[in-house]
């Protein structure tokens, strides 16, 4: 189910507007899509911060009320300050619930590796998002994947993943997904330290031979 945003329309042009508003805690946006003529909106930064609290985050299906109508929608792009890394635009483009859409979907991993772990080894995602196709009422939150029984040897690939009903993976299906990275470090071997006084009794003991046979005649 589609997540009620609410929005306001008309707003002015230009970035001296634009600054205004983000003093004020809104969001300059714009929505676009399926034909429709570009709105120019804003919506309250708080008020986008909860809609995209959920487990879905920026994939979030968003109903977005814009002059008394209702468009289904996803975040397009979000652009940030290069400094305070806030939002400072976002788009939001239009789309038809029914159809196929290619979204970056997050991936999580559940299980330990017993195996990998007491080998010192560390399971490793090789990559943080996948990106699927689906219909946009069909994309998952999340891929999740189970590495419960990884050995050291293992590596999953994205071909090796099962996938919802309905939700293709885009990428090669021999992509790296997850990995093993080895963190045993083997002690480099140290050599014995010489025994005290050892280095000059061995010098000694050939000194004191050629002497006993140097010794003149009484």
Not at 45 to 62: D, F, H, K, M, Y
């Amino acid at each position: 189910m589609p997540t009620i945003l609410k929005t306001q329309s008309g707003r002015q042009a230009g970035s001296a507007s634009s600054r205004r508003l983000r003093r004020e805690d809104h969001i300059p946006a714009v929505i676009y899509g399926h034909g429709m003529t570009p709105v120019s909106i804003t919506v309250e930064r708080r008020e986008l911060r909860v809609a995209l609290s959920g487990p879905a985050g920026v994939n979030t299906i968003l109903e977005l009320e814009v002059n008394g109508k209702s468009y289904p929608a996803i975040v397009k792009d979000m652009q940030r300050d290069p400094v305070r890394r806030t939002v400072a635009h976002v788009d939001f483009m239009q789309i038809d619930l029914t159809e196929e859409i290619v979204m970056a979907v997050p991936v999580h991993l559940k299980g330990t590796a017993k195996a990998v772990v007491q080998e010192g080894g560390l399971v490793d995602p090789a990559v943080d998002r996948i990106e699927v196709r689906a219909a946009a009422n069909n994309i998952p939150n999340e891929i999740l994947i189970d590495v419960t029984n990884m050995t050291m040897n293992d590596v999953i690939r994205l071909g090796d993943i099962e996938l919802p009903a309905g939700v293709k993976a885009v990428a090669d299906p021999d992509l790296v997904v997850v990995t093993v990275l080895t963190t045993k470090v083997e002690a480099a071997p140290v050599a014995a330290a010489p025994v005290e006084g050892a280095e000059g009794a061995a010098a000694a003991a050939p000194a004191a031979e050629g002497g006993e046979e140097n010794k003149p005649a009484s």
